[in-house]
């Protein structure tokens, strides 16, 4: 049953993918239709995940009330909102209206979805469960970057943005007639957390993930959002047929990912696959950058970008006890909004500042070589907080 499960949880978030680098694999036909430069693309991107700030730690909360599959219906049917209403959007304020729609099911999603399989794997094959949902990422990416420019050329980048409306409606239909919890699940923690609690110990290994997260995933969005044009200017390709090109490291990174969750869950060194894939993504991906074959490049990126997504995701899930699970994610999932909203608006001002897709896609593989770099205060931190505390230092807690 619980495989079942993955599978809905798989096609829910692929909704989350498509919705969120649709905008970047159509920047060339919706930038001359709405009228704004790069950075303000960048920042319509960004918006997409500004309402986690605000969502993402409470998401857990809400789930107790509402249910986690109440509250994954509607976060569909506000994702496909937002989709609608960007679709039908005339100018940069309602645009930024759909995008903030989106982002906010996004937001609650990205929460639910972790803590489901959180809820059906916590015992065993955690890291595994998790690469393979996340699995519906890279599907998303590069279903929209093969597909959307592909629509957009035959008829109309808006066309694109239909589609993923009704995509969205047809699987929050799916979740409300198949989706259950497992019998005996914990329900999350009701109360909020207050600023002692996130001062406290428990938070500190969650933001850290959190930012190793961030890293990892915009270093990978700003590779594919700009690593077509850059392929376009260098290559003499169209815009669709740099963007398939480009779309290859998603669908190889999509064969890599069970293997990195299989590797960190029976391998003995949960953080390898981290370090390995991370630096390796950001050496090749810089390669292609540099002029190396665009097609064996991007087969070498997707190979390792595949490898630490399930580690990264079960960090703050290992890091809590059953009944906070849903809160750690959340805050896991707040620090990484954050991030991703203000790299994401870098990258544009960046991008309009240089005139430079190079540069730009530089910038994704550094933030690909921080992902690894990030594992060395998470493990000095966790191997800190192992340790017993004094009698001096109990006591003052106690107090």
Request: charged fraction near 10%; aromatic fraction near 10%.
């Amino acid at each position: 049953m619980r495989w079942f499960i993955l599978a809905i949880l798989f096609v829910a978030r692929t909704c989350m993918a498509l919705e969120f680098q649709i905008l970047g694999a159509l920047i060339p036909y919706a930038r001359a239709d709405l009228g704004v430069d790069y950075a303000a693309l960048g920042q319509l991107m960004g918006l997409f995940m500004l309402p986690g700030i605000l969502l993402a730690l409470p998401a857990g909360v809400l789930a107790s009330r509402f249910g986690l599959k109440g509250l994954a219906v509607f976060s569909l049917l506000l994702l496909a909102a937002g989709s609608l209403v960007f679709s039908l959007s005339q100018d940069h304020t309602t645009a930024m209206i759909g995008r903030l729609v989106g982002g906010a099911g996004n937001a609650l999603l990205s929460v639910l979805v972790s803590a489901m399989v959180a809820e059906w794997f916590r015992d065993k094959e955690l890291s595994t469960a998790l690469a393979i949902v996340f699995i519906s990422w890279q599907f998303g990416l590069a279903t929209a970057l093969a597909l959307f420019p592909a629509i957009a050329e035959v008829v109309s980048w808006r066309w694109s943005f239909h589609l993923t409306t009704f995509i969205c409606l047809v699987v929050a239909m799916l979740v409300a007639m198949t989706y259950r919890s497992p019998a005996g699940a914990l329900a999350p923690r009701r109360e909020m957390p207050n600023l002692r609690r996130i001062l406290q110990r428990q938070s500190i290994l969650p933001t850290i993930a959190g930012v190793i997260w961030a890293s990892y995933n915009v270093g990978q969005v700003i590779f594919l959002t700009y690593a077509p044009g850059l392929l376009v200017s260098t290559g003499g390709l169209s815009t669709g047929e740099a963007s398939r090109t480009v779309s290859v490291a998603m669908w190889v990174a999509m064969v890599s990912m069970p293997l990195g969750g299989f590797v960190t869950d029976r391998g003995g060194r949960p953080m390898l696959p981290v370090i390995v894939g991370s630096l390796g993504a950001a050496a090749s991906g810089l390669a292609f950058a540099m002029g190396a074959n665009p097609v064996a490049s991007c087969i070498l990126t997707g190979l390792f970008l595949g490898l630490p997504a399930g580690g990264i995701l079960a960090m703050p899930a290992r890091a809590a006890a059953p009944s906070d699970v849903a809160w750690s994610l959340g805050w896991f999932m707040t620090v990484f909004y954050i991030l991703v909203t203000l790299f994401q608006m870098l990258a544009g001002f960046v991008r309009d500042a240089t005139g430079s897709d190079f540069t730009t896609v530089v910038m994704g593989c550094g933030l690909l070589a921080v992902a690894a770099i990030g594992l060395v205060p998470y493990e000095l931190t966790r191997r800190a907080l192992l340790r017993p505390a004094s009698p001096l230092a109990q006591a003052a807690t106690s107090r």
